[in-house]
């Protein structure tokens, strides 16, 4: 084990990218396999089957930028996953609904998620489960207050 391993195994952030990679890793190949893609799979597990959603809850729900998401939702229309329909008596909302195709990749999606999940659960103490959570809960907070004190420091510096 060199240095970098030895440090890196102390470093939660480390840690928490690392569990992403494998999980995304996963989810990317399961996607591939349906011919959609990750970013377009968690976009239909944020979108209610049968109503829709209003284009502006999705990029919050996903913890994404609005551009970001605007980019997937193009694509994703032009794949015939998803429609944005305009609301009748308000014309600057927008509603974004599943298509057939994107009901049947939706499903493809939660399964994937549903499984790793108890996967997950099955492999763990209930316990630490619990304080999995607590952990994982803190790290926004930690993230703000981190950011903030950075972007003051480097407007101290200047």
Do not use: C
Not at 62 to 76: A, F
Request: glycine letters at 4%; aromatic letters at 6%.
């Amino acid at each position: 084990m060199d240095d970098f391993e030895i440090y890196a195994e102390q470093i939660i952030v480390h840690k928490i990218r690392s569990a992403w990679f494998e999980m995304s890793r996963m989810f990317n190949q399961v996607a591939s396999a349906h011919n959609i893609t990750l970013s377009v799979g968690f976009t239909l597990i944020s979108i209610f089957e049968e109503v829709g959603t209003p284009v502006t809850k999705i990029a919050p729900r996903m913890g994404m930028e609005p551009n970001s998401l605007s980019r997937i939702l193009k694509s994703m229309e032009k794949e015939g996953l998803v429609e944005r329909i305009s609301d009748k008596k308000d014309k600057r909302k927008v509603l974004v609904k599943l298509t057939e195709k994107g009901q049947e990749k939706r499903k493809v999606s939660l399964v994937s998620v549903f499984r790793l999940n108890n996967a997950m659960l099955d492999d763990l103490d209930p316990i630490k489960v619990k304080h999995f959570y607590e952990v994982i809960n803190s790290v926004p907070k930690s993230t703000s207050k981190t950011l903030d004190k950075m972007l003051q420091e480097i407007k101290d510096a200047n």
